[in-house]
């Protein structure tokens, strides 16, 4: 009985100290970071027929946050603000001139900004980026020349050096019979080399999340930083056997399920190598549905417009918070945004907060963690270096609308803007401007003081060779 009691203790004190020690560790993160996804494209964010039991069940044993942001509607300035915690005219990386990087632009992402991948390395994590980068295809841009141990993925968008006679943009709905890999000649890097030109697209998805499951596996033993960013689903779609002509929603459907797919297969990882709960994982999109391409574009649910507008379609996305154990699940309609993470993860992993810039991050642990408010109470959204809405609260007000890709209207300023209360009118159907003139006056004042502490960056976007 003694020595019954004896093992009962010891296991007691050794199941502690590996809890303690747990809970001291420095965490893990994963950033997957889908391409041009709606907010209305998965399963627990309400779509019918597209399957994501994985996602699903990160929502599930994790946080649903149902009003996340991105920095931008379009690709190139979204990925900036995710890895900066800044507004991407603060660096520069959007532009009057082009939306996006193309692969003969002369710049990229600029040396001076600070990216969540340096600010974890400072601090002992190994550091990988994956999948889609779109910030400068030049070496000195790529991944490993800010802050990344390691790159594997394609520099830019997967529709770019489109060399072939299927023209998509011509046919919005253009089958994967008419049109293949050798039609865009993007190249597959790893690290500074091309090791795959074309990239075999039909297989990408796949590949992304292996290579994910593998770092993970190497670099169990030490603090790791994962930016998973997919090319897809941006057109061109591309699906492996596997999955091809497996969802009810057709061909964009195949590509989410697939996604889906490599979700599972990380969490399953995660949870094999006895992980999960010292990981935080992250799962959201760029942007909102590109709208034009009918089935092969998403939906934005209830929200309007889609990718490259500042109209909630946009700009809102799908954000799942993952660490079982660790945050506390939850439904939360407080305000987040991508640019959040930078703060967030820093304060977590120990690392010191740049104070030599303005930040656009807030921390979020509070709401994971203890489901207190959220600091963040405001978003501005900017298309190029113009300011078009900015939300306070509940409420949204446009001082610009314009539509995109010949959807939702032309371009408009409003001597008075356009007032919307999201909680109440998600849709943005219901202009509530002449009953609270009081509130468009604390939006202009927000207004006023950012551009007032505003230094805009030098335009890296507009220069191409």
């Known amino acids: 009985m003694k020595n019954l009691f004896t093992s009962l203790i010891l296991i007691f004190f050794f199941t502690n100290l590996k809890s303690q020690d747990t809970k001291n560790q420095q965490p893990n993160f994963i950033i997957i970071f889908a391409d041009d996804l709606g907010y209305g494209d998965l399963g627990v964010y309400g779509h019918p027929t597209i399957k994501t039991p994985h996602l699903d069940q990160m929502a599930y044993e994790g946080q649903k946050w149902t009003n996340f942001y991105v920095g931008a509607s379009v690709c190139t300035p979204s990925r900036a603000a995710i890895l900066t915690g800044r507004l991407p005219i603060r660096s520069g990386m959007t532009s009057k001139k082009q939306r996006v990087l193309f692969p003969d632009s002369k710049n990229g992402l600029p040396a001076s900004e600070i990216t969540l991948a340096e600010q974890l390395k400072g601090v002992g994590y190994n550091t990988a980026a994956i999948g889609k980068w779109h910030l400068g295809h030049k070496k000195q841009f790529l991944p490993t020349n800010n802050g990344f141990d390691y790159y594997f993925g394609i520099p830019y968008s997967n529709d770019m050096d489109h060399v072939g ?48 499951v593998s770092f993970i596996k190497k670099n169990k033993d030490t603090p790791f930083f994962v930016y998973l960013a997919h090319n897809l689903p941006h057109i061109p779609l591309f699906a492996s056997k596997e999955f091809s002509g497996k969802s009810e929603r057709g061909l964009y459907g195949d590509v989410l399920e697939e996604i889906d797919n490599g979700v599972g297969k990380i969490l399953k990882t995660l949870k094999e190598e006895g992980l999960a709960e010292n990981t935080i994982v992250v799962f959201t999109s760029d942007n909102g549905p590109w709208l034009p391409f009918k089935t092969h574009g998403g939906s934005a649910g209830l929200l309007r417009a889609g990718k490259g507008s500042t109209w909630e379609g946009g700009m809102r996305e799908p954000g799942i918070f993952w660490a079982p154990g660790k945050i506390k699940p939850g439904v939360i309609s407080d305000i987040g945004s991508t640019m959040d993470l930078f703060t967030t993860f820093s304060k977590l992993a120990g690392a010191k907060i740049p104070n030599d810039r303005i930040l656009d991050s807030h921390d979020l642990g509070p709401v994971l963690f203890e489901q207190k408010a959220s600091p963040r109470n405001s978003i501005i959204y900017y298309r190029g270096n113009e300011i078009y809405a900015i939300r306070l609260d509940n409420y949204k007000a446009h001082y610009i609308t314009q539509g995109v890709y010949g959807q939702f209207g032309e371009r408009k300023e409003h001597d008075t803007p356009i007032l919307y209360n999201l909680g109440e009118d998600p849709s943005e159907q219901f202009d509530i401007a002449s009953k609270h003139p009081e509130i468009l006056l604390k939006i202009q004042a927000l207004k006023d003081e950012h551009k007032a502490k505003l230094v805009a960056g030098k335009d890296q976007l507009a220069e191409r060779e």
Do not use: C, H, W
């Open 165 to 212: 006679k299927a023209n998509y943009k011509d046919n919005a709905e253009i089958g994967p019979e008419a049109i293949s890999i050798e039609d865009f000649n993007v190249p597959l890097m790893r690290n500074t080399e091309i090791i795959e030109r074309p990239a075999d697209q039909n297989t990408i998805t796949k590949r992304y999340s292996e290579e994910t």
